[in-house]
Nanobody, 118 residues
Framework: QVQLVESGGGLVQPGWSLRLSCVAS????????MNWYRQAPGKERELVAL???????NYGDSVRGRFTISRDNGRNTVYLQMDRLKPEDTAAYYC????????????WGQGTQVTVSS
């Protein structure tokens, strides 16, 4: 079965960095686009970054230039390097994969909390 396990969240001060990890299993990781989403209290879940099987990346406007998504196909792991963190980056961060057409084929990790506060 598909499993996505995130780690790396925590409480940091503005301007600091964090790296999130997501270990995937149950599907052919190397051939699949991987996504990071986040959801802040009272807000809708938003796409933070994605990386295709070819290594093409895309970012949400609010994080472009500060966050970097990468993948290690040998470890079935996708990373999200978050630099120059801001209080508005505070959210639960989720790893996601879509294995078919439409949201019913979405799989999600359990999420990892990132809190940016002084």
């Amino acid at each position: 079965q598909v499993q996505l396990v995130e780690s790396g969240g925590g409480l940091v001060q503005p301007g600091w960095s964090l790296r999130l990890s997501c270990v995937a299993s149950g599907f052919t990781f190397s051939k699949t686009t991987m996504n990071w989403y986040r959801q802040a209290p009272g807000k809708e879940r938003e796409l933070v970054a994605l990386i295709t099987s070819a290594g093409v990346t895309n970012y949400g406007d609010s994080v472009r230039g500060r966050f970097t998504i990468s993948r290690d196909n040998g470890r079935n792991t996708v990373y999200l390097q978050m630099d120059r963190l801001k209080p508005e980056d505070t959210a639960a961060y989720y790893c996601n994969v879509r294995l078919g057409l439409g949201p019913k084929f979405d799989y999600w990790g359990q999420g990892t909390q990132v809190t940016v506060s002084s």
